[in-house]
């Protein structure tokens, strides 16, 4: 029976990979890449999500649960949890720059919980030029985010959270006319649904499924006349996972997490032949709306049309498109006597989208009330030495004081 548990198990990875993590043929049709302002606040701070494939929104609780679904709070098994990450980001780039994470999780009672965080990401030493050319000086641009959440069981399955969150982004440290930092204030809502299932003859076993939205806020400007403001990255995340305790020293966990931006599709601008004359087009939907229709919008706004080689527009499908602006991931996770555990995940989007594709890494050792956990990213089909996101590294330590993993 477990062996075929195990084949269950990979079966649910191969049908995700299957189903989701399909690129189309690029060729003869450019990408449109949704873009936002502090991307930073999308970038997978922990080991352990990162090491299977972004994957989060489902799994179990830990003290990093607020990046993907701060509902799973509820069910934290610690009374108090601290976790601290670290990341060298884009070294391919830029050799000085890093993502740091600090995180505390407090169970209030059996029902609710608090926690809080700071994102830290350091874009490292970069010079300044003005238009000429000229050295405006070396400077260190940074940005950070500050979140506090409230978790709290709806039903003995069901848990609900939200959480508030202040974004502030210092990217061009005051140089240049009318030059200011950029700060938003956004809003998390999440819910997780987990309960022991009898699925399995001679096997516990916990299914659990997510949902969140996150970064639900205000535009960005870096000017201090607000004639353009630019949407923060808010993302759906949801998915299930599936939990198999395979005897009492070792379990096995499997998930699927699907994600998407919830911004306005940027415009597609190229050359279109009507009545046998070369016109020059726009399609698709402004970008000028405010956070909420925006939001609305990004479900069905997708242009539908691609640039080939010769600027010329394709009509490639604005169904098609839609689906592309979904990117999946697919984790796995095993531990022995919760004390170690390995990890392993994909992650994908679609070429038109960012064509970001990788599988990742990881591990994890826990002793006492102190936890370790690494995970490493492999990019797929970029040329060795080309992709920036090869090499990447995260690294946490957690302590756990209460209650057990």
């Known amino acids: 029976m477990k062996t075929k548990l195990v084949l269950l ?11 989701f993590a399909q690129s189309y043929h690029t060729s003869e049709t450019g990408p449109n890449v949704i873009t936002t302002a502090v991307p930073f606040v999308s970038i997978v701070p922990d080991a ?27 069910f934290l098994k610690e009374e108090f949890a601290a ?9 391919q780039l830029a050799p000085d720059m890093n993502l740091g994470y600090l995180v505390l999780a407090r169970k209030l009672n059996s029902e609710s919980a608090i926690a809080g965080s700071l994102r830290y990401f350091s874009c490292g030493d970069i010079q300044f030029t003005d238009a000429t050319g000229g050295d405006q000086g070396t400077y260190s641009p940074n940005e950070f985010a500050v979140d506090v959440t409230y978790s709290r069981m709806l039903t003995d399955y069901l848990s609900g959270a939200v959480a508030g969150r202040f974004i502030f982004s ?7 006319e009318g030059s200011n930092p950029g700060w938003s ?3 998390d809502i999440g819910v997780y649904y987990k309960r022991p299932v009898e699925w399995f003859r001679d096997m516990d076993a916990d299914f659990a499924w997510g949902i969140s939205i996150s970064n639900l806020g ?3 400007s870096y000017k201090s006349i607000n004639d353009h403001r630019d949407f923060i990255p808010t993302t759906l995340r949801f998915g299930p996972s599936l939990k198999l305790e395979l005897d009492e020293y070792n379990t096995l966990s499997f998930m699927v997490e699907g994600s998407k931006l919830l911004v306005p599709s940027p415009q597609v601008k190229g050359g279109m032949m009507v009545d046998g004359q070369l016109v020059d087009t726009v399609i698709g939907m402004s970008n000028e709306v405010s956070v909420m229709t925006g939001l609305i919008h990004s ?8 640039l080939d080689e010769d600027n010329m527009l394709q009509y490639i499908g604005r169904g098609y498109e839609e689906l592309c602006e979904y990117n999946v991931g697919v984790g796995v996770e095993y531990w022995y006597n919760n004390v170690f555990a390995v990890r392993g995940g994909y992650f994908n989007e679609t070429a038109r989208k960012g064509n970001r594709k990788y599988f990742a890494l990881g591990a994890a050792l826990r002793y006492n009330v102190f936890g370790l956990d ?7 089909g970029a040329v060795r030495g080309t992709s920036p996101l090869e090499n990447t590294l995260r690294f946490n330590l957690t302590y756990n004081l209460g209650g057990g993993n």
């Open 83 to 91: 976790g601290l990450g670290y990341s060298p980001w884009l070294r």
């Open 170 to 176: 210092n990217l061009t440290q005051g140089i240049g």
């Open 374 to 380: 690494v995970a490493y990213l492999v990019p797929i």
């Open 48 to 74: 352990r999500g990162g090491a299977m494939g972004d994957c989060g929104v489902a799994s179990e609780a830990d003290v990093f649960s607020m990046n993907y679904n701060p509902a799973k709070y509820s």
């Open 218 to 220: 205000s535009k960005v």
């Open 9 to 19: 198990g990979v079966l649910l990875l191969a049908t995700g990979l299957r189903s």
């Open 299 to 306: 479900f069905y706004d997708a242009p539908g049309y691609a």
């Open 185 to 187: 204030v956004a809003a």
